[in-house]
């Protein structure tokens, strides 16, 4: 069985399963269509968060009620829009697209706010899932090294992380500096460590002494490591307190000039999930016969 309405394709695939085929190209022309008015935009925004009378939405935007009803007409015929009593709300339909509306407007905020984060960076070991939800670094802010002070990001990392008392950290490299700033951390208060990496950079742990001094504050502070097979071009740190974000430029250099932080509970929570995407690709091992 073969179905195709409008942007829609429906088509059989065996007896139990049925595969959706979506022309982008006529969505987004819809898509136009109804964000082509500023008018019907903002509308439809404005009664994402509540039901509003004409009088309430005339002040809330401005203009004068022929404007606005003309817009609501159409909005109207568009199934978008419905008027309850003297209010007008959305329709079901009307506020799934005001909400993914919401969210795309969050998403280029987010992206201009941090633009030169994002540029100069490769993205392609963060998954897609992640990076449509961007809009959850809203309120992230990234910090530059600069040519009064080369270690900026750093310092604003290690003053971080040393309040957090849980530590999920996704390691691409091996670094003394941060090393240490983690460990002295583990020394001054009980806390949670949990690393995911790689064999190699486990391996320059071991071979730099580390391993025995993570094995010494495994006694008073829980520590488990997981090991990933792929080498991630994502530095990850996400704690009770804070996300810290780094990346690699395209040539595959690790860049210590720029972090990006985020101290809100739905940045923390972003980091979180992507930490446990990575450690649900490892397996756990014994800390104890690793080093």
Same mark, same amino acid.
């Given at each position: 069985?073969?179905?195709?309405?409008?942007?829609?394709?429906?088509?059989?695939?065996?007896?139990?399963?049925?595969?959706?085929?979506?022309?982008?190209?006529?969505?987004?022309?819809?898509?136009?269509?109804?964000?082509?008015?500023?008018?019907?935009?903002?509308?439809?925004?404005?009664?994402?968060?509540?039901?509003?009378?004409?009088?309430?939405?005339?002040?809330?935007?401005?203009?004068?009620?022929?404007?606005?009803?003309?817009?609501?007409?159409?909005?109207?015929?568009?199934?978008?829009?419905?008027?309850?009593?003297?209010?007008? !709300?959305?329709?079901s339909n009307?506020?799934?697209?005001?909400?993914?509306?919401?969210?795309?407007?969050?998403?280029?905020?987010?992206?201009?706010?941090?633009?030169?984060?994002?540029?100069?960076?490769?993205?392609?070991?963060?998954?897609?899932?992640?990076?449509?939800?961007?809009?959850?670094?809203?309120?992230?802010? !990234?910090?530059?090294?600069?040519?009064?002070? #080369?270690?900026?990001?750093?310092?604003?990392?290690?003053?971080?992380?040393?309040?957090?008392?849980?530590?999920?950290?996704?390691?691409?490299?091996?670094?003394?500096?941060?090393?240490?700033?983690?460990?002295?951390?583990?020394?001054?208060?009980?806390?949670?460590?949990?690393?995911?990496?790689?064999?190699?950079?486990?391996?320059?742990?071991?071979?730099?002494?580390?391993?025995?001094?993570l094995i010494?504050c495994s006694?008073?502070?829980?520590?488990?490591?997981?090991?990933?097979?792929?080498?991630?071009?994502?530095?990850?740190? !996400?704690?009770?307190?804070?996300?810290?974000?780094? #990346?690699?430029?395209?040539?595959?250099?690790?860049?210590?000039?720029?972090?990006?932080?985020?101290?809100?509970?739905?940045?923390?929570?972003?980091?979180?999930?992507?930490?446990?995407?990575?450690?649900?690709?490892?397996?756990?091992?014994?800390?104890?016969?690793?080093?």
């Amino acid at each position: 069985m073969n179905v195709k309405k409008d942007n829609i394709k429906i088509h059989k695939v065996d007896n139990n399963n049925y595969a959706v085929e979506f022309d982008l190209l006529k969505s987004v022309e819809d898509i136009r269509h109804i964000l082509a008015s500023a008018m019907r935009t903002k509308l439809l925004l404005t009664l994402h968060d509540s039901k509003k009378r004409l009088g309430e939405l005339r002040k809330e935007l401005g203009k004068p009620s022929a404007t606005i009803l003309h817009g609501l007409r159409e909005l109207e015929t568009l199934k978008l829009v419905k008027k309850e009593d003297k209010h007008y !709300c959305l329709s079901s339909n009307g506020f799934l697209l005001a909400l993914n509306m919401v969210k795309l407007i969050e998403n280029l905020y987010s992206i201009n706010t941090n633009f030169k984060f994002w540029r100069n960076h490769k993205i392609g070991d963060i998954p897609t899932d992640f990076l449509k939800n961007t809009h959850a670094l809203k309120k992230s802010k !990234c910090i530059f090294s600069d040519d009064t002070d #080369l270690t900026k990001p750093l310092i604003k990392y290690l003053e971080m992380i040393s309040k957090s008392t849980v530590l999920k950290i996704l390691l691409p490299i091996f670094s003394k500096t941060h090393l240490d700033g983690i460990l002295k951390n583990l020394n001054r208060k009980k806390s949670i460590l949990e690393i995911v990496t790689t064999k190699s950079i486990l391996n320059s742990i071991k071979s730099n002494e580390y391993g025995e001094l993570l094995i010494n504050c495994s006694k008073d502070n829980t520590i488990k490591i997981w090991l990933i097979e792929d080498e991630v071009e994502i530095f990850l740190s !996400c704690c009770d307190n804070f996300l810290a974000l780094s #990346l690699f430029f395209e040539d595959d250099y690790y860049d210590d000039s720029s972090i990006l932080v985020d101290e809100s509970k739905e940045g923390i929570l972003w980091g979180s999930e992507l930490f446990e995407y990575y450690k649900e690709q490892g397996h756990l091992v014994d800390i104890s016969k690793q080093f």
